[in-house]
């Protein structure tokens, strides 16, 4: 299907594509495919090629070029010819991507789903349970989580733990809206944005280093 859904912040561009489309389908929205035939070589499973497939889609849907990813040796994406800054996330039926052309980004979409509240225990912290409590539990729980995910994304950091080292400021959950986070891992202290949406199938938060 076309562009889901996008939004814009100052420069952040968010994009969201619902995947409902075949491999081969999304191998001819592409005009030179060529770039992506060894990378997409990669994966056996056709969940996988689907969601690498779709990413780059979306990117050029954003971009209105194609483009190459590589990847640092600690994972994070970025375009091989350096234009702008991008962070990507997947989760069952969609995927997410973000781009900026001066400052680092990041992003994390979640699928609804109750099973967020089993594992709660291993990143909400007890100064966090006055804004869960203060909204749907599993929406917030799943905007805790995801929020956290998006600030690992922009710290670059190694051993973070998301219970620790992760904080997100107190905030009533609503359809969309900001919340203010600040992580432990380092002396820096750093405070973020975090932009969040949410759908029935999914939350999503944002955001970009300032």
């Not at 859904?5 to 592409?30: A, H």
């Not at 994966?43 to 954003?62: D, G, I, P, S, T």
């Not at 992003?107 to 967020?116: L, T």
């Amino acid at each position: 299907m076309p562009l889901f859904r996008t939004y814009k912040n100052g420069e952040l561009t968010v994009g969201i594509w619902k995947v409902e489309e075949t491999i081969d389908q999304l191998r001819s929205m592409f005009n030179d495919f060529s770039l992506y035939e060894l990378g997409l070589q990669k994966f056996k499973a056709e969940k996988r090629q689907l969601e690498w497939l779709a990413v780059r889609v979306l990117l050029k849907e954003l971009l209105g070029e194609e483009k190459v990813i590589d990847y640092l040796p600690s994972g994070k994406p970025f375009l091989k010819d350096r234009s702008a800054f991008i962070s990507f996330s997947h989760t069952s039926g969609y995927v997410a991507v973000a781009v900026h052309p001066t400052k680092e980004v990041g992003i994390d979409i979640e699928q609804y789903g109750k099973r967020v509240c089993k594992v709660a225990s291993r990143f909400v912290r007890e100064d966090e349970m006055k804004s869960v409590k203060a909204g749907d539990e599993i929406y917030a729980l799943l905007l805790h989580w995801s929020a956290k995910e998006t600030m690992f994304k922009l710290m670059n950091q190694s051993d973070v733990d998301f219970l620790e080292h992760l904080h997100i400021l107190p905030f009533v959950p609503s359809e969309s809206g900001d919340m203010e986070a600040v992580e432990y891992r380092t002396d820096l202290h750093q405070t973020f944005q975090i932009r969040y949406c949410i759908h029935p199938d999914y939350v999503m938060t944002f955001a970009c280093l300032e």
